[in-house]
Structures are given as C-alpha cells and as structure tokens.
C-alpha cells in the first residue's frame, strides 16, 4: 500500500481556545513520519487523545504568536518530565519564534528536550520525508508559509498571513491549501495585508489551482458556515473548515 499524506486538525480556533477546542494544530504524517505544525494553545491535550508526545519526530513552527506555539511548552514538558525522557525534539522555526516559550522553564529543564533547527523563510527544507519549501508571508511578525510535499503529495499552509502573490505561487496545483481565514469577508482595516478573509483565500485558492481548501484560525465565534460560504463564492472544488479531529487523506 502507498502511504498517504494523512492531515489531521487538532484545533482551528484563531486567537484564543474555545471551550473544548484549541487553536491552531496540525498532525501531518506520511510513511510513519509525525510532523506537528504549530503548537497553539490547547493543541497538546488534543494531540495526546491520538498519540503519545513522544511519538512525534517534529514540529515546525509557522511564527511566533501563542496561538501558533504556546503549547510547545506542555509537549516538551510531556517528553522530558518522566523517567525515560523521549530525544531531542527537532524544532523548526524562524529565528526568535520560540524563544518565548522555551524560556518559561528555568534554564536547564528543558535543554534537553529539543533541538532548535532555525531556517529563513525561503528556505528549503527536508523534514523526514518531507521536502518542505518556504516563502515569507506578511503578518505582523515574520510568518513563514509552507508547501509540505511526500510521495507526490502536498499540503500548503499559510500559517497567518494578508493576501499575497507569494501565497498563490507556494500553493500552485497543491493538493490542499490549508489557509489562514480569521474573517469571513471583511478584513479590518487596522489588519488588512496582515490577516485574511474566506471570500479573499478562496480566491487565491482558485488562482493557485489547489484541489482542496481547508479554512483555519477562524476568530472565535464566527459562523463556519458563512465562511464556507463565502471561501465558495470564487472556489467551486473541496472545502472544509478547520475543527478538531478533522482529517484528511491524501492518497
Ligand atoms: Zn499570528
């Protein structure tokens, strides 16, 4: 059998965690290989309910906001405090991305735990089996979107990002764009170019030619309907929104 490129959400909550959700998470996996991207907040109780924290090889980090990466706490905590630490967590980031969060232990508790692997936005990368591309996204801090490929298979994933050319070029024919769309049509205009709508990602999701669209960091209490909705006024192909424990496979 081929191994699939396998997406599950942990939580798709912008901002702060819902009751009973989390915000941004995805498990990618592909050939035994576990992949976390972003670790926001209240991503980790859900990640244990499907594997142990030690069963991850990686986590990539898009930037640094908690939503993306607060929970990376709790996962080094979960491999390192216990009489068998797991190994060093291989972290890739943008330079200064985790720092915050790697320094709310005291020095020493978790050097252990991880090993730090910065990279440029740009860069390419090989994760496991994952050859991973990279294009600076604009944010209100450096956000590196991602284009994951394995077995012919990809996922882009935008992390938080405005509207953008580079976003349209990292997704062409992508199998799934999962896509940043905080608003349902209007952007505010204090955040304009720095966050998305579902109207505005499911237009670049029809320029870039993706074959499915997964809406994400939708501000709480906003209707998933309506954001489905206006992602399909420009996209007529696949569309989910991202809630905990949906998944994907891309065989
Ligand atoms: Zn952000």
Redesign the pocket.
Known sequence: MVPVVKLTVLGGAGAWPPAGGACSGYLIEHDGFRLLVDPGYATVPRLLEIVAAEAIDAVLVS?G?P??VADLNPLLRARALRDDPAPALPTYALPGAVGAVLALDRPGVLDAAYELREFSAGDALAIGPFQVESRLLP??LP?VGVRLTANGRSITYTG?AGSADDLVELAVGTDLLLAEATYVERVPADTVGRLNSALEVGRQARRAGAARLVLTHLQPGTDPGASLDAAGRAYQEWIAVATGGLVVELA
Request: no cysteine.
């Open positions: 930037h906001h939503d993306h944010h209100f956000n938080d």
